[in-house]
Antibody
């Protein structure tokens, strides 16, 4: 059974940093691209960042480019999101998500974690 | 900048009836379009990808159509568990979601 468990969320002041982690199990992690998707309270889904299976291809939404860094550790079946210069607008539930197809990152998401809440406030 | 626009924002339909949800892309995304369902307090669930391919375990009452910039999700006979928020997502480039359509009971 595929499991994605996010951690690292919490309350942080504007301008500070936070690092999210996602522990993956139940599938061959290093075969799949992975993504972070966020959802502000009461709002819709926003794709944040994605990384290919071998970290060779990385993308960011315009709203986070230059501030967030995605990475993965295939030896530890883990995905990360380093979030710097946080703003109130980054307040959201952050989901770790898995790509549907192995190797060929089509950017279709078939599994989601339950999310970790990030609140940016002074 | 590519934009995905869903309509209507809210759709009220009676159980057993058909629901038709629309998604429009500001630029062509070919057939690279997926649909997700999200219920309150839950993570989204993949319904449809490549415009019309149902994901594993998705009932046949869910169908997708379209190409280029205009796409439709049809639910042929609404069941009580289908009332939720639906999002379209293009993956022609890096992913981009629509703002969602809330399907509510009439």
């Amino acid at each position: 059974e595929v499991q994605l468990v996010e951690s690292g969320g919490g309350l942080v002041q504007p301008g500070r940093s936070l690092r999210l982690s996602c522990a993956a199990s139940g599938f061959t992690f290093d075969d799949y691209a992975m993504h972070w998707v966020r959802q502000a309270p009461g709002k819709g889904l926003e794709w944040v960042s994605g990384i290919s299976w071998n970290s060779g291809s990385i993308g960011y939404a315009g709203s986070v480019k230059g501030r967030f860094i995605i990475s993965r550790d295939n030896a530890k079946n883990s995905l990360f999101l380093q979030m710097n210069s946080l703003r109130a607008g980054d307040t959201a539930l952050y989901y770790c998500a898995k790509d549907l197809f192995s190797y060929d990152s089509r950017k279709i998401i078939d599994y989601w974690g339950q999310g970790t809440l990030v609140t940016v406030s002074s | 900048e590519k934009v995905m626009t869903q309509s209507p924002a809210t759709l009220s339909v009676s159980p057993g009836e058909r629901a038709t949800l629309s998604c429009r892309a500001s630029q062509s995304v070919s057939s690279n379009l997926a649909w997700y369902q999200q219920k309150p307090g839950q993570a989204p669930r993949l319904l449809i990808y490549d415009t019309s391919t149902r994901a594993t375990g998705i009932p046949a009452r869910f169908s997708g159509s379209g190409s280029g910039t205009e796409f439709t999700l049809t639910i042929s006979s609404l069941q009580s568990e289908d009332f939720a928020v639906y999002y379209c997502q293009q993956y022609h480039n890096w992913p981009l979601f629509g703002q969602g359509t809330k399907l509510e009971i009439k």
